[in-house]
């Protein structure tokens, strides 16, 4: 059973184009959700999302950041017209059910890390 | 928002030696889980605890979920030194479905 999948692993884009981090949520799980990581630095919270759904986006900053996980495929976090200030490692995390005081935990990929030159 | 305080912040010990961090909260949390990332490497869950008082174990890694729901300690021991790594705590509430708020890690580094 394959856990989830990042790609890419690694992303160097120049200020102002865009980055495009995909995310593969294990088999069977239809929650996903999207953290960043600052060097030393815990996860942040940026996204929660189900097929085709965003149920919380309190952590994704307003403007150029946006996410999808449509009904077929992976879900993708877009940043568009990226800044040095958006280089991290970006984390994507799948459960089975939502985390809605049950039983249910979060599963995380390898992660994308993106360097903004 | 909610914040996790993790202590401490960072570990120098001898192999074999027993470890312990905690992480404490002004919030409540529904649950309490701690990870362990390896350079590099996403978060790999090691204990998640669903029940104020809750303590469990898995291997040489005990956890126990606060009574008041604010607080969680995790205890490593005889350490290896494969036990390296940032250790991290996060807190799941009912109100945040889907919504885990990590700590700011401990780093364990564990000489031979």
């Known amino acids: 059973n394959a856990g989830v999948m990042q790609n890419p692993r690694h992303l160097v884009r120049r200020r102002g184009q865009e980055a495009r981090l995909r995310c593969s949520p294990m088999?069977?799980?239809?929650?996903v959700y999207w953290y960043r990581q600052l060097p030393e630095e815990g996860l942040k919270f940026m996204v929660y999302?189900?097929?085709?759904?965003?149920?919380?986006e309190s952590g994704m900053p307003k403007e150029r950041f946006s996410a999808e996980f449509p009904k077929e495929g992976p879900s993708i976090l877009r940043i568009q017209q990226v800044v040095r200030g958006d280089s991290a490692a970006y984390f994507c995390?799948?459960?089975?059910?939502?985390?809605?005081?049950?039983?249910?935990?979060?599963?995380f990929g390898p992660g994308t890390r993106l360097t903004v030159l | 928002g909610q914040q996790l305080n993790q202590s401490p912040q960072s570990m120098f010990i001898q192999e074999g030696e027993d470890v312990s961090m905690n992480c404490t909260s002004s919030?409540?949390?529904?649950?309490w889980l701690w990870y362990k990332q390896d350079p590099g490497e996403g978060p790999v869950l090691l204990i998640a605890?669903?029940?104020?008082?809750e303590l469990t174990s898995n291997g040489r890694l005990t956890a126990q979920f606060g009574i008041t729901r604010k607080d969680s300690f995790l205890n490593i021991s005889a350490s290896i030194p494969s036990d390296v790594g940032i250790y991290f705590c996060?807190?799941?509430?009912?109100?945040?479905?889907?919504?885990?708020?990590f700590g700011d890690g401990t780093t364990l580094t564990v000489k031979p």
């Open positions: 996060a807190g799941v509430t009912n109100t945040n479905a889907g919504k885990s708020t």
């Open positions: 995390a799948s459960s089975p059910r939502g985390l809605d005081g049950g039983t249910d935990t979060q599963y």
């Open positions: 088999k069977g799980h239809s929650h």
């Open positions: 605890l669903y029940k104020a008082g």
């Open positions: 919030s409540i949390f529904n649950t």
């Open positions: 999302l189900q097929k085709e759904n965003i149920i919380d």
